[in-house]
Structures are given as structure tokens and as C-alpha cells.
């Protein structure tokens, strides 16, 4: 089988066709023949040896990155498991050492796994799981958030950013989303109340006393958001380098801030899913790859500014 794999990190050129041997799902395991991967963050900061992730992996290299896969079972290990051959599924997978979805096929356990909505492609499935459990968990189980808190997101049309303002939006909270002014439209759309252009204006001018900020960039702009808080309110940094910086900043100033860490969660997934499917969050898919192009679409999520998500498409004939 064909998968993307590096054997030193850099930067997007060190992404190489490879040819492997196919996969066998032991105990607990399905093996699953790859519609659509996401890409995410996380992939290109490891890719470059950034990260707890990069730490981890430096001594066994070469590795397939990728956490985010959708496609069709194709081998079980246990006839009497969760899945049998032919499931439509979707999941987070190998979460965060293994990876493995940037392939044709790969390994997943069964309970990470959720089934794919009849009307929900693979691309768009694909999208979801790393991107979608990271809002949902930064809001509901570190945040804690409340109907009717006001809340501002920082990078409102990213991907984690677009799933936690219709979350936010649906929970009944008032959201206020930074982004550039070409997206504000787009924003308005998925249920933001307010937006700011990052670029023209300082979002510490236009808000004050908030319940809630979700900050998805860290470092200073993490610290700065603290400043509009209310007293009462809380701070979830998501980038992980960062955090202990943030942390600290907040501590002395006296209000609350955590950093976050997603798992996976198929409950949750399988409840975000729903939502997809009842068409109450949008899944916003913008640019859609073939596994030739992973460097390509490296270079692209890594210059920033990306709306809503990227995928890659092993099989465009898979739905």
C-alpha cells in the first residue's frame, strides 16, 4: 500500500511517497481502507520536530503522520466486534504516537471509531474528529461554558475555530470571533454575533468583560486575551507550547486559564456528528488533496489563513 511518511523532520519536502506493507488488526483493532484524511496543526509542527509528539518519535523514524481518517472497514480482528467488514467509520486514530492516516490504509481501534451519517461524504467526515473534539472539549469540559456567556474565539473560521462558534452558538452563548475581513461573512453565516478584523483592529478595544475567550493561537495573543476577561471568567489555550506561559500570566493576574490537551472520545464524536448530520454545524472542507499532493497541502495549511479544513482524498470514487 501507498502512505506519506518522513524519516527526518523539515519542512514540507521531507513528506515521501512511500510502500508499505499492509496492515493486520490484532485484538480490538479493524483495519480500514482510507477514504479521506484531515490534516491538522499538529501534523506540520511534528513534521518540523516541534512538540511533545516530535519528542517522542525523533528515535523511530520514518512515520506516517496523520490522526483524522474516514473510509470503509476492510479487516476485523474479532468477528463478534463493534464493526464488521463494509462499516462506513470515522475517528481520531492513533492518537498521538502512532498516527497513520496519511495511507491508503490503516490501523484504528474499534472504540475510537464512530459510523460516517448516509449523507456525510469522506472528505467531510474526514474533517471532523481532531479538529471537532478539540472545540467541543475546550468549551464544555475545560471551559465549562454556559447559555449565555459571552465568548470571544480567536480564529473564528479556522478549523477547531468554525466548529467551536456554531458549538458556542448552540449552546446559547453570544460569540464574538477575531478573523480577516474576507471571512466575516462566512462567520456570520455559522452563527457568530460579532466579528473583529485581527488585522485592523486590536480585539482588546472591542471587548471587555467576557465569560469566556477560546484562544487557538497562544503565545502573546494568550496573553493579551487576558485582559478582557471578567474576573469571574476563563482562558483555553489550545496550543500546547505555550500554555505554561499563558497559565502563568493568569495566575498572577488572578483569573482563571487552562490549557487543553483533546483526546479521543467517541461519544462526543458520535454526538458531534449528529449535529452534522441534523445540519445544525457545518462542516467547512476548502481544499481537498491527493495523497501525491501531501506536501503541497502542507505548504498550504502551514502558511496560515486556511478556513474551515483541508483533506486529503486517497479514493475519490469512496462516499
Known amino acids: 500500500m501507498r502512505a506519506i ?13 512511500v510502500e508499505r506493507e499492509m496492515p493486520e488488526p490484532v485484538a480490538g483493532q479493524v483495519r480500514i481502507k482510507v477514504g479521506a484524511a484531515g490534516l491538522n496543526p499538529i501534523d506540520f509542527k511534528t513534521r518540523r520536530g516541534a512538540g511533545f509528539v516530535a519528542r517522542q518519535i525523533m528515535d523511530s523514524l520514518p512515520w506516517v503522520p496523520g490522526y483524522d481518517v474516514a473510509g470503509v472497514v476492510d479487516a476485523i480482528a474479532d468477528p463478534d466486534g463493534r464493526w464488521q467488514v463494509g462499516d462506513r467509520v470515522v475517528g481520531m486514530i492513533g492518537f498521538p504516537l502512532q498516527g497513520g492516516g496519511y495511507a491508503e490504509y490503516c ?11 448516509d449523507e ?19 468549551l464544555f469540559e475545560v471551559g465549562g461554558l454556559r447559555e449565555g ?30 478573523a480577516s475581513r474576507e471571512k466575516h461573512d462566512f462567520l456570520h453565516e455559522i452563527g457568530a454575533d460579532e466579528t ?35 474576573p469571574q471568567g476563563v482562558l483555553v489555550t489550545v496550543p500546547t507550547v505555550t500554555a505554561d506561559e499563558i497559565i502563568r500570566a493568569a495566575k498572577e493576574a488572578g483569573i482563571r486559564a487552562q490549557g487543553l490537551t483533546v483526546r479521543p472520545d467517541r461519544l462526543q464524536l458520535d454526538e458531534i456528528l449528529e449535529w452534522v448530520d441534523t445540519h445544525d454545524v457545518k462542516v467547512d472542507v476548502t481544499g481537498q488533496y491527493a495523497l501525491t499532493d501531501a506536501a503541497v497541502a502542507h505548504q498550504h495549511l502551514e502558511e496560515g489563513h486556511v478556513r474551515g479544513k483541508l483533506v486529503l482524498v486517497m479514493d475519490p470514487s469512496m462516499r
Open 5 to 17: 511518511a518522513y524519516t527526518e523532520f523539515g519542512d514540507p519536502s521531507v513528506l515521501t511517497l
Open 107 to 117: 490501523l484504528a481501534d474499534e472504540n475510537d471509531l464512530c459510523a460516517i451519517p
Open 196 to 230: 473583529i478584523d485581527y488585522v485592523e483592529n486590536s480585539f482588546i478595544e472591542c471587548c471587555y468583560g467576557l465569560d469566556f475567550v477560546l484562544d487557538t493561537i497562544g503565545g502573546e495573543t494568550g496573553i493579551r486575551s487576558l485582559e478582557v476577561l471578567a
Open 120 to 138: 456525510l461524504d469522506m472528505a467531510h467526515a474526514a474533517a471532523i474528529p481532531l479538529a471537532g473534539l478539540t472545540a467541543w472539549q475546550a
Open 149 to 178: 456567556d459571552k465568548i470571544l474565539i480567536h480564529a473564528g473560521a479556522g478549523g477547531v475555530g468554525h466548529f467551536a462558534v456554531q458549538f458556542a452558538k448552540a449552546h446559547g452563548a453570544y460569540v464574538i470571533a477575531t
